[in-house]
T-cell receptor, first 113, second 113 residues
Framework: QKEVEQNSGPLSVPEGAIASLNCTYS??????FFWYRQYSGKSPELIMS????GDKEDGRFTAQLNKASQYVSLLIRDSQPSDSATYLC?????????????FGKGTMLLVSP | DAGVTQSPTHLIKTRGQQVTLRCSPK?????VSWYQQALGQGPQFIFQ???????QRGNFPDRFSGHQFPNYSSELNVNALLLGDSALYLC????????????FGSGTRLTVV
């Protein structure tokens, strides 16, 4: 059974710090990986996708993928109180609209002013 | 360009009743997937519809059924509701042929009492 594991948190960081969120996955066939942000009571919002080993940067966000270790991470630089949310890691077995997302339980991030 | 729309936003039902949730996909998308998100959990895949047929199904009982219409909109039906069916139900649309791109609706909050 495909599984995506995340620490539930909460992860507490002060404003301006770097928040590091981690995720592991069980299915070696997974090809595509995603980080979603979900505010309480709202739907998930895609913030990063990554398909190849290494780092991918987008503004304050950096996603890191290590397929050999089956490990995905998300770094948030200069964390802001508005970043406080639950971050969901998700994986799919291929990059197509037919694929389905397997989600972790999410890590709650709290950024204190 | 309209995103994914779901209705209703909130719903309260009694155990044993039946419920129908609706989803209109993002313009240009032809594939609809449904997810159930219980409180404090990540979204769990229910099923996916493409060309009016169920293509994939997650580990959900037959009480959960769906339909896709020629205009790509979709319904999720749940029969014989249980208290444990209380959750946020998310619809995600995508394009079957092409690179990954899931768009989530705002969800329907179902409460079973």
């Amino acid at each position: 059974q495909k599984e995506v594991e995340q620490n539930s948190g909460p992860l507490s960081v002060p404003e301006g710090a770097i928040a590091s969120l981690n995720c592991t996955y069980s299915d070696r066939g997974s090809q595509s990986f995603f980080w979603y942000r979900q505010y309480s009571g709202k739907s998930p919002e895609l913030i990063m996708s990554i398909y190849s080993n290494g780092d991918k940067e987008d503004g304050r966000f950096t996603a890191q993928l290590n397929k050999a270790s089956q490990y995905v991470s998300l770094l948030i630089r200069d964390s802001q109180p508005s970043d406080s949310a639950t971050y969901l890691c998700a994986a799919t077995e291929r990059d197509s609209g037919y694929s389905t997302l397997t989600f972790g339980k999410g890590t709650m991030l709290l950024v204190s002013p | 360009d309209a995103g994914v729309t779901q209705s209703p936003t909130h719903l309260i039902k009694t155990r044993g009743q039946q419920v129908t949730l609706r989803c209109s996909p993002k313009s240009g998308h032809d594939t609809v997937s449904w997810y159930q998100q219980a409180l404090g959990q990540g979204p769990q895949f229910i099923f996916q519809y493409y060309e009016e047929e169920e293509r994939q199904r997650g580990n959900f009982p037959d009480r959960f059924s769906g339909h896709q219409f020629p205009n790509y909109s979709s319904e999720l039906n749940v029969n014989a509701l249980l208290l444990g069916d209380s959750a946020l139900y998310l619809c995600a649309s995508s394009l079957a042929q092409g690179s990954h791109g899931y768009t989530f609706g705002s969800g329907t909050r179902l409460t079973v009492v």
